[in-house]
T-cell receptor
Framework: AQRVTQPEKLLSVFKGAPVELKCNYSYSGSPELFWYVQYSRQRLQLLLRHISRESIKGFTADLNKGETSFHLKKPFAQEEDSAMYYCALIPLSGGYQKVTFGTGTKLQVIP | GAGVSQSPSNKVTEKGKDVELRCDPISGHTALYWYRQRLGQGLEFLIYFQGNSAPDKSGLPSDRFSAERTGESVSTLTIQRTQQEDSAVYLC???????????FGSGTRLTVV
């Protein structure tokens, strides 16, 4: 069974400081990893997925299979980045492709 | 439709009453999830539908909760004899499956008084 761990429930950083939201996973096969974001009073939305290797709103995430991590990073935090962030995994191997979400990290950017 | 639609957006009910929440997924999306999100908490998985396969009901918290989906269309989540601890936002998400990302609805905020 797969598991996604987000060790920090709350992360507070100052505006302009670097941000790293941690995500570790356990899955024996080949995963697809995602980051979702939920801004205040808005619906959950996809931020980025590892397979597309894109940068969205200045955020990037690299899949490290050796460390089984998919940390979300941004070099300079902005106030509008304050939100709840969820890491998610979908198994690509095998027939059962149920998504697993982490418990989420609340990012608070202090002005 | 263009996105995942949930109704009602808000529901206030008296303790002990039954409620039914509706989710209209994106047309063609074979996978559909229900989640619960309590105030200030993360996502709590409830149930997963994938095509015509038997649903994964492993997240339903009690037998008061049930969900149905007809084919690859609308899903309804029913909570019988509601309790105050059922108060939360109930989120629905759908996907094409096969590693595609999920699109979430805006949720139904349920308040049990």
């Amino acid at each position: 069974a797969q598991r996604v761990t987000q060790p920090e429930k709350l992360l507070s950083v100052f505006k302009g400081a670097p941000v790293e939201l941690k995500c570790n996973y356990s899955y024996s096969g080949s995963p697809e990893l995602f980051w979702y974001v939920q801004y205040s009073r808005q619906r959950l939305q996809l931020l980025l997925r590892h397979i597309s290797r894109e940068s969205i709103k200045g955020f990037t995430a690299d899949l490290n299979k050796g460390e089984t991590s998919f940390h979300l990073k941004k070099p300079f935090a902005q106030e509008e980045d304050s939100a709840m962030y969820y890491c998610a995994l979908i198994p690509l191997s095998g027939g059962y492709q149920k998504v697993t979400f982490g418990t989420g990290t609340k990012l608070q950017v202090i002005p | 439709g263009a996105g995942v639609s949930q109704s009602p957006s808000n529901k206030v009910t008296e303790k002990g009453k039954d409620v039914e929440l509706r989710c209209d997924p994106i047309s063609g999306h074979t996978a559909l999830y229900w989640y619960r999100q309590r105030l200030g908490q993360g996502l709590e998985f409830l149930i997963y539908f994938q095509g015509n396969s038997a649903p994964d009901k492993s997240g339903l918290p009690s037998d008061r909760f049930s969900a149905e989906r007809t084919g690859e269309s609308v899903s309804t989540l029913t909570i019988q004899r509601t309790q105050q601890e059922d108060s939360a936002v109930y989120l629905c998400a759908s996907s094409l499956g096969g590693g595609s990302g999920y699109t979430f609805g805006s949720g139904t905020r349920l308040t049990v008084v």
